[in-house]
């Protein structure tokens, strides 16, 4: 297993979501620093995972979705 070092300022993150018209927003504020570590660990992956299939999201076949 590779152990990387994380340093997560000790500060507020928000997180906006909202539709294209800008009708509303919705708003979540919290202290990344005061997250568990498995937490942070489970936020990479899913990071990953969104990061991954975005990049691939627009391939027209299974060869273009692994060149993305």
Do not use: C
């Not at 509303?24 to 936020?43: C, D, R």
Request: hydrophobic share 35%; glycine share 8%; proline share 4%.
């Amino acid at each position: 297993m590779t152990k990387f070092n994380i340093e997560i300022a000790d500060e507020d993150y928000s997180v906006s979501k909202g539709p294209r018209d800008k009708s509303w927003k919705a708003t979540v504020t919290h202290n990344l620093s005061k997250l568990p570590p498995e937490m942070v660990s489970e936020l990479f992956y899913h990071g990953w995972d969104q990061k991954v299939a975005d990049g691939a999201s627009g391939a027209k076949t299974e060869a273009e979705a692994l060149g993305s």
